[in-house]
């Protein structure tokens, strides 16, 4: 038992330290700590980094967090554990932050966005900032988002954070989706290309599915005549056969596709009809290609859910979406299914929240702030109400009209007919069976983006896994299932590191995107 009523700084000496690490069971009752530095306040907390024994690893700490905040008599929201990476770290070192009080629970963050910047999306969307305090930005292009959490703890409000930035960026179409028929997104009429606020349950279920198969098709199509575009393009204009920021800036906006609460189109009931079932396989379908194939085009798609389970969202959607973020959830079947499988037992989990924690979410993602989102971080998403929304969508149809960039609904134009329901059968039977074989899988198309042009030989497994927000078993599987080959030894050291890591072969790599690059 620990002594209480002594400062929070008592948890970061070196001794009690070291008992608090052998009571949670992270090392052993003979082994010890190395403390490379000494622990210093830190913001609102107190910070120390500690080297495990040989053989210890800091993921395997992470995962231990409840139990080393129980040995170190505090509430695990204070406490924050992160491996140190890059040239200063190694496997089994650990930075420890303790927090003076909960800060997950403290009044919701004031975003950026309020202010109208001028910003572009190419360059990020801020989220908000993680439990010390750093900002975090995330990215909007190059990815696809699924975003689950309980209702009324900030899952409609993440969503609005990536719509705004959206808004501010006249470079960009925004498609916007809300299935509750709720007031979300209606501060976005002014500057939307496409707006559908409609509720997809009860007797609407069938006409409101019908518009949202519409839109979808809008966009496929987009997306299509793109990739048509692309191969008459000088190679100069598009080296990999994909948009630019250039070419988004000029005659390709970003599309940016959202859609809150998609549960309610993709879930399947038994009350459902023919027709509404197959309604829901075809979104789900379209979907799907949305995500694989968009980026490349220009396109991010955008998934809010209360339900991330595998009727809800299924896997053939939810497995190729690369960003995630989860607020609170309910079950560790749901964090499995909003996270990842196994996620939970590395210590990523987002049943921990509390009914005080409304905001806070576990994130996933592509790090461009340097807060290690890519292998999970607990962050506090800023807050940006109604009234913030409606002046930024005003900014934003302004700048629009400026440039000459106001379209669809927002410019008056007739939105996209509902499909005629008896269209259904032939555009199930249309729907992209000819190319299959041409489709490039979602792994090349990510490390297609994130492999540097003057990249050769080999390169840790790990490191491209965090390049494209995946784990590093997941990508290897991946690669090992497209018969990538991998290189000999399969396992080498890089970088003078002391023991060898899983690597992957660059040009390898290469050729197999180059296998997959769509033919007529």
Do not use: C, Y
């Given at each position: 038992?620990?002594?209480?009523?002594?400062?929070?700084?008592?948890t970061v000496n070196g001794a009690d330290l070291v008992e608090a690490f052998r009571a949670a069971k992270i090392i052993g009752p003979k082994e010890a700590l190395t403390f490379p530095s000494r622990s210093r306040r830190d913001g609102a907390g107190w910070a120390v980094v500690v080297d495990l024994p040989a053989g210890r690893k800091a993921s395997?700490?992470?995962?231990?967090?409840?139990?080393l905040a129980s040995a170190l008599g505090v509430d695990e929201a204070q406490l924050v554990l992160e491996r140190v990476r890059g040239s200063g770290g190694h496997a089994g070192r650990l930075a420890c932050w303790v927090a003076d009080i909960d800060p997950l629970a403290q009044p919701a963050l004031r975003s950026p966005l309020q202010d109208l910047p001028t910003l572009s999306i190419w360059d990020?969307?801020?989220?908000?900032?993680?439990?010390?305090?750093?900002?975090?930005?995330?990215a909007l292009c190059w990815t696809s988002w699924l975003i689950a959490g309980l209702p009324r703890y900030g899952k409609s409000n993440v969503l609005r954070l990536f719509l705004i930035a959206a808004c501010l960026d006249p470079h960009t179409r925004i498609y916007a989706v809300d299935l509750k028929d709720g007031a979300d997104f209606t501060p976005l009429a002014p500057v939307a290309h496409r707006l559908?606020?409609?509720?997809?349950?009860?007797t609407d279920t069938e006409q409101t599915l019908l518009r949202l198969l519409a839109l979808l098709i809008e966009l496929e199509n987009e997306v299509l005549d793109r990739y048509r575009q692309f191969k008459t393009m000088p190679k100069a204009d598009v080296p990999e056969g994909k948009i630019t920021r250039a070419l988004a800036e000029d005659s390709m906006p970003w599309l940016v596709a959202a859609i809150d609460e998609c549960q309610l189109a993709c879930e399947e009931l038994a009350s459902d009809t023919k027709a509404v079932r197959e309604l829901r396989r075809m979104i789900v379908d379209k979907l799907s290609w949305l995500v694989r194939k968009g980026p490349a085009a220009g396109v991010t798609v955008l998934l809010a859910t209360q339900k991330p389970d595998r009727g809800s969202i299924p896997t053939r959607l939810r497995d190729n979406i690369s960003s995630r973020i989860a607020l609170r959830l309910p079950t560790q079947q749901s964090n499995d299914m909003a996270?990842?499988?196994?996620k939970a037992?590395?210590?990523v989990d987002a049943t921990k929240f509390t009914e005080r924690h409304r905001g806070a979410a576990w994130l996933l993602a592509d790090d461009l702030s340097g807060v290690d989102a890519a292998e999970g971080v607990i962050v506090?998403?800023?807050?940006?109400?109604?009234?913030?929304?409606?002046?930024?969508?005003?900014?934003?149809?302004?700048?629009?009209r400026e440039l000459g960039l106001l379209t669809g609904d927002a410019a008056g134009t007739e939105p996209p007919q509902p499909v005629d329901p008896d269209l259904l059968t032939a555009l199930t039977d249309d729907h992209h069976d000819e190319d299959a074989a041409d489709e490039r899988p979602v792994v090349l198309d990510l490390l297609a983006v994130v492999l540097h042009d003057d990249e050769t030989g080999v390169v840790a497994t790990a490191d491209l896994a965090a390049r494209i927000g995946w784990d590093t078993k997941t990508l290897g599987e991946?690669?090992?299932?497209?018969?990538?080959?991998?290189?000999?030894?399969?396992?080498?050291?890089?970088?003078?590191?002391?023991?060898?890591?899983?690597?992957?072969?660059?040009?390898?790599?290469?050729?197999a995107i180059a296998a997959y690059i769509p033919t007529e």
């Open positions: 038992m620990f002594p209480s009523g002594l400062s929070l700084s008592w395997a700490a992470i995962a231990t967090r409840e139990a990020g969307v801020p989220l908000g900032a993680t439990a010390r305090g750093r900002n975090v930005v995330v559908l606020i409609a509720s997809a349950e009860g996270l990842g499988t196994g037992s590395a210590g506090r998403a800023a807050k940006i109400d109604l009234p913030a929304s409606d002046a930024a969508a005003t900014q934003g149809r302004h700048r629009r991946a690669l090992w299932r497209l018969a990538v080959p991998a290189p000999k030894p399969a396992r080498q050291r890089l970088g003078g590191a002391k023991h060898p890591v899983s690597v992957q072969d660059t040009n390898a790599i290469r050729a």
